[in-house]
């Protein structure tokens, strides 16, 4: 007879024992492992950080912008998405060696290894646990996609292609020049 062996269930503290920079996400007790970006990736990450920490600067905003950093949800739940914001309000609260609860904003770009948890299972993390907005970037379509959190559910704000300009909501007066963060 066969028998299937029970697959582990991994928490918070199993997360933290990993080696500082593993390339792991704790999503829903699983460790998911990917392998660090490709170079267009990498460059997309810093051309929106960019632009994002140059707006604030601009605008006397103190909010914070981090790339890659543990965003801790819960004891189930750790992602480390591409971009986030905090807004000045809460970067006390929550910013602190981790992110210790739920940025305002949320940035996630496509790459093959990671697309089905960010289309879906990081997606709908992002949703149940209050996420205001969350963009997804396809590099391989050249567009970006705008999600809005109205009544605890994502709704398509706004889809934006490679000539287009899309616009935060939480940040106001924000706007991400695809033309410019496509040009490689």
Known sequence: MLTTEKKKKYTIEDYLLLEE???????????IMSPSPNSLHQALVLRIAQLML?????????????GTVDVVFDENNVFQPDVVYVSPERKEEIVKLKIEGVPDLV????????AYYDLRQKKDAYQKYGVKEYIIIDPLEMSAEL??????????????????????????????????LFRL
């Open 54 to 66: 140059n707006f604030l600067d601009q605008n006397d905003i103190n909010g914070y912008v981090g």
């Open 107 to 114: 940035i996630e770009i496509l790459s093959p290894s990671n």
């Open 147 to 180: 999600y809005a959190l109205e009544n605890n559910e994502y709704k398509l704000h706004q889809k934006a292609f490679k000539t287009e300009l899309l616009h935060s909501i939480i940040i106001a007066g924000l706007n991400f020049d695809l033309t410019k």
């Open 21 to 31: 920079g593993a390339p792991f996400q704790l999503i829903e007790n699983d460790l």
